[in-house]
């Protein structure tokens, strides 16, 4: 076997980095990816309220059968 010496050189960094780590701003990709999902989320909104017209009101989803969903069975 072989032991591997680093010296001095190779202490740990302050606590310091750690912090200012932290404390940085998400990057790009992060910025971008958010983003996206907000802009999906607001487009799945606005389709909903679009097609709202179409779904049954009165009528409840529950567990059962394919037959007692509001658009039929499959």
Known sequence: MVAVTYGSARVAAPASTE?????TTPGFFSRFLAALERSQLARAERDLARYSHLLPRDHELRAGTKNELPFGGW
């Open 19 to 23: 912090a200012k780590a932290a404390a």
